[in-house]
């Protein structure tokens, strides 16, 4: 069985950091893309971070130069450096994953359950 385990969020001043992981688990034979979405309360989901299998990254907007993505690929694991964090950056952080499970030749998509970040003015 695969899942997504994120880890990291929590409660932090404006003008602090976080780092969020999000480790694969199970019988994976292929990742693709992994991203970070996050969503507020009373708002739809959006894209917060992009990182394909070669390392090319994607940013929104509003947090280009503060949050950086990474992952480790032995590890099946991506992450999110998130830097000088402001009020409104306050969601439930999600992982997701365009994977291929073991004997299977399609593409799945996952979601791991959501982490709530907090950054108090």
């Known amino acids: 069985q695969v899942q997504l385990v994120e880890s990291g969020g929590g409660l932090v001043q404006a003008g602090g950091s976080l780092r969020l992981s999000c480790a694969a688990s199970?019988?994976?034979?292929?990742?693709?893309?992994m991203d970070w979405y996050r969503q507020a309360p009373g708002k739809q989901r959006e894209l917060v971070a992009t990182i394909t299998s070669g390392g090319s990254t994607n940013y929104a907007d509003s947090v280009k130069g503060r949050f950086t993505i990474s992952r480790d690929n032995a590890k099946n694991t991506v992450y999110l450096q998130m830097n000088s964090l402001r009020p409104e950056d306050t969601a439930v952080y999600y992982c997701?994953?365009?994977?291929?499970?073991?004997?299977?030749?399609?593409?799945?998509?996952?979601w791991g359950q959501g982490t709530q970040v907090t950054v108090s003015s």
């Open positions: 997701h994953a365009d994977l291929q499970k073991l004997g299977w030749p399609q593409w799945f998509s996952y």
């Open positions: 199970g019988s994976i034979s292929s990742i693709a893309a």
